[in-house]
Each structure stands twice: as C-alpha cells, then as structure tokens.
C-alpha cells in the first residue's frame, strides 16, 4: 500500500467528515443552551443552495459562504420564534424545518441543477503543507476545513472557559433557576439557536461549493441527522465531536478503500456500514448514565415560559 | 405603618413595602400587603402555601413586578426590576427549592450569581474565606448533583454572602435540614445578625420563628393578618394567626399496642435503585399490625421513594418473601396484583405519579380503584360506578372540584391530595403505603387527611408513612423508624423517640443507630 494511497484516504476522510462537524459543532450550541433543533438538514439545504447561487451569481465561494450562514441563520430564526417565542413543540418544529427547508432549497435551487459553479480552492499553508503525509492532509486544505476545526476549538473554550459560556450553559442544565437569577433565558436561546443555524448553513454551502461541487436536490443526503447524532454520541462535549465525526468519516471510506484494495464488501453493507456504526455506538455511549447527566442538558427540548 | 417610618436617614428601615398588590389570573396573590424590615433584624414571614409568601418574596428579588404598591429601599423609593437589581441594592436570596445548576461545579454555580467580573476574582479562595467565617464548608471543584441538601444549600448561602448582603431573603431554609443542620444554620443567622444583616425567614415552622426571629409578619390569603413578636406568642397562637381557625388538640393518648399478627411483613428487602444517582436499599426489615401507624422518616433522598416502589410493587423485590402481604409473599408481584391482596399505594408526587393530570377525578379514581372498587365489567370500564366513586371520595373527603368530571390538574395541591388520599382510603386496604401525604398541602387540608388516616387505622389497616415531616410522624405514628442512606434504623415506640435521636439516625450517625437498638426492649 503506497504513502499515496494512504494519503488520498486521509484527504477524504477529512473531506467527508468536515460538512459533519460543521453542523454538528453548531447545533451543540444550541442543545447546550437547552434547545433541541431537529431542522439541522433542513438548514443545511437551504444553506447549501444559498451559497451556490450567489457564488453563482457573484462569482465568490467566500460570498457564498457568507450567504449561506445567513440564509441558516433566517431559517434557525422560523424556528426560534416558533418554538421559543410561541412555544411550540421543539420537536415538530424541528421536524417541520427539516421538510420545509427541503421544498424551499429545492424551488430556490431549480435552476441550479447540474450546473457548474465557482469552487473552494484549498490554501497550502506555508511549509506545514510540506510535512510528508500530514501536511496534504491538514494544511493544505479549503478555509471551510481549517474553519472547522478553529471553531471546535473556539466553542470548547467558550463553554468551558469564559462566562458566557457559563451562563449558556447553565440556561440548558436549569433554566428556571437561570431565569430566577436574572438571565434572558430566551434571548440567550435565540443567539444559540441563530448560531446552529449559521453553522448548518456553512456546512450546506461546503456540500455545494466544495465537497460536490454542485447542486442537487437532495445533496445532504442525511448530513444533518447524522449531525445530530454526533451530538450525542460526543455526550454533548466539542472534542469528542470531532472524534465522532471523524470515526463516521473514517468508516464511510473505509469499507470503499478496502474494496480498492482488492477485499470485496458488499456494497449495500458499504452504504450501511456508517450508519450501524453510529447506532452501536450511540448504544455504547448512552450506558455510561453518570456522564450523559453530567453533560446532557438537562432542559433539552423542554418548554420554557416565564411569569414576570 | 407609621407614616413617619418614610424619612430617609440612619433610622429608617432597610426596606418597606407599601399596598403591594399582585394578581393572577383567578387570584389575588398579593392584596396590599405591606412589610417593614429593620436594619440587623431577623424577621420571619409566616403564612400557609398559597398565603402569598413566596410571591411577595419574588416581587422583593426583582423576579416579580407587583401590580401596585411602593418599595422603599432605606428610606427611599426604589424600583427593583430584576434580580441583578436586588443584588446591586444588597438583597440576596436563598430558594426554597435551590436555584442550583445540578450539572455544574461549586464554584461555577456561584460564579453565575455574581454580577459583574471584578467580583468573580479569586473567587475560589473567596469561597474558601466565606465558608470558613461562618462554618459553612465547601469545596468549590465538586459537582453540584454529588452533594447533599445541607450542602446544596451552604452553596446558595456563600453565593449570596459574598456579596455583602445588607438583607438576606431564606425562603424555607429548615424544611430540607436535620435538627442538626438546622442548629447549625441558626448560628450562621445569628451571626450574620450581629454583623449588622437583616433577615427574611420565610417559614412554617413556627418552634422555629418562635427561637430565631424578633419580628412576624403572618400573612392568610394574600393578606398580612398580623405583626407581632413570635418569642411572646405561643406556637398555637401564631398557627390560629396563620390558618385563623382554633386548632383541634390533637388526640395522642398512649393507645394500646395493636395486637395480632402483622399485615405487612418487609423481610430483609436488598434492592439496587434504578436511577443512575437513586439510593440502594440494604436489608431492610419491619413489620406492621393491624390498627397500627409506621412512621419512616429520613431526609429526602435516603431511599424512601425506592422503598415506595418496593412496597408498591413498582419494582419487585429480590424474593418473593422479601415482602409479605397478609402473610402471602408478595416480593415479585406487581402493584395490581398486590391491590387485589388488599394493599393501597400513594406516592409522593401528585402529579404524574398518583394522578394523570389531564384525566379527571373519575379516571384517576378509576386508574386505582379498578380492582378493589369493582368499577370493570368484563374488561370494561363500567362509567356509572366510576363515577359515583370519584362523587363519593369528593364528599366523603370534602374535596373542592367541580365534580368527577373536573381534570385533575386543575385542582389545588391540597384538594388534589385530598382526593388521591380518600381514593385510598375509601378502597378499604388491609395495608396503606402512603408517602408525603402532606406534602405542599395546607394545614385545613393536612388536618382531614391525619384524621382520615387515623379513622382508618382504627378500623384494623395497617398504615406506613413514609414522610419528612417530623411534626407529622409524631403527631400520627404508633412506632417509628428513620432511613438513612437506604438503610432502616431500628423501630422504636414514638414515646420514646426524642427529637435528638432522630434526628442523629436522619444524618446517618452509627452510634444513634445502636442507640435506637438499645431503646428497644429484648
């Protein structure tokens, strides 16, 4: 087996596994905050279409970027006055998102089928890019894969380290107390809720501005629910998060390397493989109860109304 | 109110509320209510639940906005329109149920109640310094959902101390403490008085306001029925104030030991608890006859609702002759087959344990009554005979609804529990297994279900209550026994359990359980 062949597999698993953490690492936000948003796919699409159009349009993958972090965030925010404001079941909202963004990133996205658009390119960093093996893995790669890992890094240390984060986090282990001492429950929950969606958003326009890249219909192809997943399966902690993503990344190419190989795999059991695989873990990981209490959110999903 | 009391100045009192009015939809919590603190007073607010207490808290720490009335912060008018206003006027507050982050440490957890970041400097050491002047111990790395309620609550106390308090608000301080605890905590008070900080000791307990406080306010209804100064009041006196109706003496003649062969038999009962953070049951052993009360008391979290599942037959036992019903092992079987046996359960949460809340009195009568009411026919619910049970538990036990047809959510606490304990009694058990019977209920309501109770004793039931009430268990129960830990002490008569005693064995203390052993006779 050459270094090329290992390195190639490396790239994908890196390629594969960033759309994940992208969502993922966002949509943990908000379920630290105490909200479940079950429309992380639904926001991907509309997302991942609104950052091919104006990439499209404009010609920059960086505006469409920042297009699809906008059109996440407006869709996150239905959701938020639906099941914040109004206090609709977080569940069937989530749900409904979900479907709802499907239609609406499908009709934005008719005319976009099957055409090429502007592309990420990868940014070699200087000398790292060099280091045999690691360096085409880690550093010579688009800004959307570098931008995955510094949030990852930025969200660790905003929960854990600073006092925002305390504060969100405290809001999803015991709202009403939060509330009882002074802090917008609500208002919080809105920020976290917009940032999953600006996440989700990202994660679509790296689907259909890089990991394509193009449009299609149903170009998440269940990203968002394995997103949501991870979540859970990284107990609600941002590092374990980029294992989770990475070990579902790793799985789906491997039993497709493999066959490269020379072993054959059936190939449904190569579509199926990920998918076993983060059940049997979510059913490894939820038997340790001590820590999913300790970092579970304990209002996830919950209503939160205030009598003032 | 003296309306001289309103001059700024170093005479004026710390804090004065004046006709302060709050209403809710079908109620007025509040009705011009006022309350005059003193500067380095203790001074306790007493009422029944729903006397309006804990709202005229919430309007004082800025959580609640009153519909009317002023605030006069010493001497001047002031607005509080939120908790971090409170805490920038000095007003810090303990909950009645902690506003604790169960996932979070010590230290994170009192870092949240601290408003701006100068004050969260060296807060660790802080912690330690505050904790040390008034024996509070602490330590500040610990995760809150390890600790225990005495703990859980020295966290609220430092959160709010260091913020040099000039009025310290303990909404129910005691109702989670030993007698221990609690002594413990009266000193902390004391010396917080004597460093020049008021008190608002919002309580029940009136021994309690009777050793602590100078000044009472009683409040009945949303309104303050009157002020006076609890050490020249009886305890009996300060209840009439309270619930403003003579109070029956309570009927505790020595009676004689009920003889004949126990109806409820728990034999050695082992049992791992099921809840991830649950307390494990460890050989647990006691009878009870016919005609008798059991008491268990123990601090909440001991293992009295693993034991209630137990008993109720929520989860089985290890052995069949773990538990013995009338002398059947029952150890295995579940709650219907052990109510067909003549056994009766209620647990201590109302709502979503010993009633549906969405379904009415009728179906809730029914859910339980099935069996021993006969209120099936061939699988079927029979409507008629289930409706006229749930009429007959609401005469019967006076309870306040609109008839069988009313959900049971939107009952009052006490009038619900009225309703779920006559569902009990009326099924006629050979044995009753009741949890917190009063829990949250007012003392009218309280009053019917210790009467119903004892009625019902008196016709050969063998009764245990499982409570954390101690007044109650001494009030009711023929013999008594504490768990601690997931282990029962020994059973001792009530006329010999002193107060010291038990609350030795509620903390757990090795040597109180071999003196309870030696209390009991060969």
């Known amino acids: ?308 | 109110m003296d309306a001289e009391l309103d001059k700024p100045g170093p005479d004026a009192p710390l804090l004065e509320l004046r006709g302060i009015v709050k209403q809710f939809p079908g109620c007025l919590a509040n009705d011009h209510v006022d309350l005059t603190i003193r500067k380095g007073e203790i001074h306790a607010l007493l009422g029944e639940n729903g006397a309006g207490k804990s709202t005229l808290v919430k309007i004082i720490y800025g959580v609640m906005k009153p519909d009317a009335g002023r605030i006069l912060w010493n001497g001047q008018p002031a607005v509080i329109a939120s908790p971090a206003q409170a805490r920038a006027l000095g007003i810090g507050m303990v909950f009645q149920h902690f506003s604790l982050f169960e996932a979070l440490t010590v230290a994170e957890n009192v870092a949240l109640g601290l408003n701006s970041a100068r004050q969260r400097e060296g807060l660790e050491r802080r912690i330690a310094e505050i904790s040390a002047r008034y024996g509070l111990p602490l330590a500040p790395e610990r995760t809150v959902h390890d600790l225990s309620v005495g703990e859980r609550q020295r966290i609220e106390i430092v959160r709010c101390l260091l913020q040099n308090p000039k009025l310290l608000i303990m909404d129910e301080p005691t109702s989670v403490l030993t007698p221990q605890e609690a002594q413990k905590l009266f000193v902390t008070l004391r010396r917080l008085r004597a460093e020049g900080c008021s008190i608002l000791y919002i309580s029940h307990k009136l021994e309690e306001v009777r050793a602590l406080c100078e000044t009472a306010t009683i409040m009945r209804l949303g309104r303050v029925v009157a002020q006076c100064a609890p050490a020249e009041k009886s305890a009996r006196e300060l209840a009439e104030l309270m619930i403003a109706a003579k109070l029956k003496e309570p009927d505790h003649n020595a009676k004689p030991a009920p003889a004949g062969p126990p109806r409820l038999v728990v034999n050695r009962l082992t049992i791992r608890s099921s809840q991830p953070f649950g307390t494990d049951l460890k050989d647990i052993s006691f009878s009870v006859a016919g005609g008798e009360i059991f008491g268990i008391a123990g601090i909440a979290g001991n293992g009295q609702s693993e034991l209630m599942d137990a008993l109720s037959g929520e989860t089985p036992a290890g052995s069949p002759a773990n538990i013995l019903l009338d002398g059947a092992p029952v150890g295995l079987e579940r709650p219907a087959a052990r109510r067909r046996r003549g056994g009766c359960f209620l647990p201590e949460e109302r709502n979503g344990h010993g009633a549906v809340g969405p379904m009415t009195l009728a179906e809730n009568g029914f859910l339980s009554a099935h069996v021993r009411g006969a209120l099936q026919r061939f699988g079927l619910i029979n409507a008629r005979r289930t409706r006229e049970f749930a009429a007959r538990v609401i005469h019967a036990f006076d309870v306040r609804a609109t008839g069988p047809q009313a959900e049971a959510r939107s009952l009052s606490g006490g009038n619900l529990q009225k309703f779920l304990v006559g569902r009990e009694v009326l099924q006629k058990p050979g044995v009753l297994v009741i949890s917190q019977p009063t829990w949250g209920v007012d003392a009218g309501a309280a009053a019917a279900i210790y009467e119903a109770l004892a009625r019902l004793a008196a016709t050969g039931t063998a009764i245990v209550l499982i409570s954390q009430d101690l007044d109650e268990i001494l009030l009711l129960c023929d013999r008594i026994a504490v768990i601690a830990a997931g282990r029962l002490s020994p059973a001792m008569p009530v006329q010999e359990a002193s107060l010291e005693t038990i609350g030795l064995l509620m903390g757990g203390a090795p040597e109180a359980q071999q003196d309870a052993a030696h209390a009991l006779p060969a």
């Open chain 1, 1 to 308: 087996m050459s270094a090329a062949y290992i390195t190639s597999f490396a790239i994908s698993i890196v390629a594969a596994s960033t759309p994940l953490l992208l969502a993922a690492s966002g949509e943990l936000v908000a379920e630290k905050s105490g909200v479940l948003n079950l429309g992380v796919e639904g926001m991907m699409l509309v997302g991942a279409i609104a950052g091919f159009a104006t990439a499209h349009q404009t010609g920059s993958a960086l505006l469409g970027i920042g297009a699809a972090a906008l059109a996440g965030v407006a869709l996150a925010m239905i959701f938020a006055a639906l099941s914040l404001s109004l206090l609709a079941n977080q569940v069937a909202c989530g749900l409904a998102l979900t479907i709802f963004g499907k239609g609406f990133a499908a009709l934005l996205g008719a005319g976009y089928v099957g055409i090429a658009g502007p592309v990420l390119h990868p940014i070699a960093l200087p000398l790292l890019s060099r280091i045999p093996l690691l360096g085409p893995v880690l550093f010579n790669q688009n800004i959307l894969i570098y931008f995955s890992f510094v949030m990852v890094a930025l969200i660790a240390w905003f929960l854990n380290r600073t006092h925002a984060g305390l504060i969100l986090r405290a809001i999803g282990d015991n709202h009403d107390a939060a509330h009882a001492m002074g802090y917008p429950v609500i208002r919080i929950r809105y920020a976290a809720v917009a940032f999953g969606g600006a996440m989700a958003g990202i994660a679509g326009a790296y689907l259909s501005l890089f990991y394509s890249p193009l449009w299609s219909q149903d170009l998440t192809a269940g990203r968002g629910w394995i997103a949501l997943a991870l979540v859970v399966f990284s107990t609600w902690r941002p590092v374990w998060l980029l294992v989770g993503a990475y070990l579902f990344g790793g799985i789906t190419f491997l039993a497709l390397y493999l066959q490269g190989m020379g072993f054959s795999v059936p190939s449904p059991l190569i579509s199926a493989l990920p998918y076993a695989a983060t059940v049997v873990v979510l059913v490894l990981i939820s038997r340790d109860a001590r820590r999913i209490r300790l970092n579970q959110p304990a209002c996830l999903g919950k209503y939160f109304h205030a009598i003032a």
